[in-house]
């Protein structure tokens, strides 16, 4: 009896545990905060940010991640996959441009290629190319 209920308790409080992580864990999403604050730090260490520019790029990527986790909300009538997806696309072009007018011409050609580097990573995380496309 001791022996059941102490795999009870281990049990409980491993579910516990889990609940506790941010992000549902491993596989979860990460917040906007987090998202936004990994993603300057990348691109500073990328182009060699200024900390405005740093500080910038966090501001806008914030805003584009908390707009995008409301397009993912379960009952937000997002049923309409493609329409979100589109919206969701839209947001980060707008962001990529922001970002953009923040950057020296060197930057610029730096962001182009981490951009082209972030397809690449989508590409073979999706299995595939953009929208569904399949090359033979």
Do not use: C, W
């Not at 906007?32 to 405005?52: F, G, Q, V």
């Amino acid at each position: 009896m001791k022996k059941v209920m102490m795999a009870l308790a281990l049990i409980s409080s491993m579910f516990m545990y889990s609940q506790a992580q941010p992000g549902g864990g491993r596989g979860g999403r990460p917040n906007p905060e987090d998202r936004a604050k990994r993603t300057a730090e990348d691109l500073e260490k990328e182009l060699k940010l200024s900390p405005a520019q740093k500080d910038s790029v966090y501001s806008y990527v914030l805003s584009q991640s908390k707009e995008q986790q409301t397009l993912f909300k379960p009952g937000q009538g997002n049923e309409d996959r493609e329409a979100t997806m589109a919206k969701f696309k839209s947001l980060q072009e707008k962001t990529d441009t922001k970002i953009k007018s923040l950057l020296t011409d060197d930057q610029k050609t730096k962001y182009d290629a981490y951009l082209k580097q972030r397809e690449e990573r989508m590409k073979k995380f999706r299995g595939g190319p953009r929208g569904g496309e399949h090359t033979n």
